[in-house]
């Protein structure tokens, strides 16, 4: 629901307050909601801005797809709102927790299952209000797709973990649930199952996404779960086409609700036994991107996206990530120290730096421009992102 006027304009006031003595006094401010992804990006002990106080949905229009809500709000209320005009985020993002907030998913910009098939959560941002580190409220793009001439700023703040500027309220695009939704299983290589789902993905299939899980080590069966989602008569159609290929197993409703919840969350097995001087890596990768691996690595893997992106188990070393990004970079994709064990270094670089790909010299410069202009005087510099 709404919150009033009143109570919004004196919460963005003490988040000014609050801004212009950071800058003032040169101490940087780390910008969180529900925490429940304090542990994603590189570790810091700045002083926390927190977003719940400023909550609410401020505007909900079902015909036109939109939701404008406050940063603070918490994402399931969102997902209540949307479930019950069976509308949904199309792009899935993860909660990582109960309190999740609207605000942190943007800044995270991380997006699950669907995203292979719906986009990335950056697409679905249609217009954003922020305030720069000069305390500045600052309004980008709008309420429709077609909202802007020129740079669409309001798409620099997915992902970017609050170092750019505080987000206050964001617009964005949700879509209607599926028709018909069915999910299918198989046993199959590493190999085969990456060369079916580009075959599918490659067709008129109602192919939502995809999921192999199994060993890095050999190229033996693992499991690969794939997930129909459309009309009911093109979701129909397509399991015997598919089924031609490999033999397919519908999972019931139930079971591959639970399944797709929990490779959202990170709640499988695969992603539970993570040893305490071990890291979680996420590598995102080309489609034609054949197996991979590095000679430490765990042999529990899995693959998403049709195998654009994948999480390996391996130990936390800078010298094992190097290799991971050396890897990565050689098959035209980058690698990411996701999550890390308990005894692995917090200190610990989470991302591959921009000076470390290919042709990044040109981004690397447009990122410290836009960070020198919304953010002068280092309100934002917490580091979470290099």
Not at 278 to 301: H, K, Q, V
Not at 332 to 340: I, L, Y
Request: glycine share 8%; with cysteine.
């Amino acid at each position: 629901m709404p919150h009033s006027d009143t109570k919004n304009t004196m919460q963005i006031h003490s988040f000014r307050e609050q801004i212009l003595a950071a800058a003032k006094n040169k101490t940087p401010l780390s910008i969180q909601g529900g925490g429940t992804k304090s542990w994603y990006g590189n570790a810091n002990s700045f002083a926390k801005l927190d977003t719940r106080p400023y909550s609410g949905i401020l505007e909900y229009q079902p015909e036109e797809l939109v939701i404008t809500a406050c940063a603070g709000t918490p994402l399931e209320e969102i997902e209540i709102a949307l479930a019950e005009k069976n509308q949904m985020l199309a792009f899935e993002p993860p909660h990582f927790g109960e309190a999740a907030t609207f605000g942190g998913v943007i800044a995270a910009g991380l997006a699950g299952p669907g995203r292979i098939s719906a986009g990335n959560l950056r697409d679905f941002v249609l217009g954003a209000r922020i305030m720069d580190g000069k305390g500045q409220d600052l309004s980008f793009g709008g309420k429709v797709m077609k909202n802007v001439a020129g740079y669409d700023v309001s798409r620099l703040i997915p992902g970017s973990l609050g170092t750019l500027s505080l987000l206050l309220e964001a617009s964005v695009k949700v879509l209607p649930r599926p028709a018909a939704t069915t999910t299918l299983r198989c046993q199959i290589s590493q190999t085969r199952a990456l060369q079916l789902v580009n075959q599918w993905a490659g067709q008129p299939l109602p192919l939502s996404t995809s999921c192999w899980i199994g060993s890095a080590k050999s190229d033996q069966d693992g499991e690969l779960t794939i997930r129909l989602a459309g009309a009911s008569a093109a979701v129909k159609a397509a399991i015997p086409l598919m089924g031609a290929a490999v033999n397919l197993t519908e999972l019931d409703p139930a079971t591959a609700q639970a399944f797709w919840s929990n490779l959202r969350e990170q709640q499988l097995p695969v992603f539970l036994n993570l040893k305490s001087d071990d890291t979680l890596y996420r590598l995102a990768l080309p489609a034609i991107c054949g197996p991979i691996a590095i000679a430490n690595m765990s042999d529990d893997i899995v693959l998403e996206w049709h195998g654009q992106q994948r999480w390996f188990k391996a130990p936390g070393d800078d010298a094992t990530f190097a290799a991971m990004k050396a890897l990565a970079n050689a098959n035209g994709g980058h690698a990411t120290r996701f999550k890390q064990g308990a005894h692995v270094d917090p200190s610990s670089q989470r991302f591959t730096l921009l000076s470390e790909q290919t042709h990044s010299v040109a981004l690397q410069a447009v990122q410290d421009r836009l960070r020198a202009s919304f953010d002068p005087a280092g309100v934002f510099a917490t580091h979470r992102l290099p």
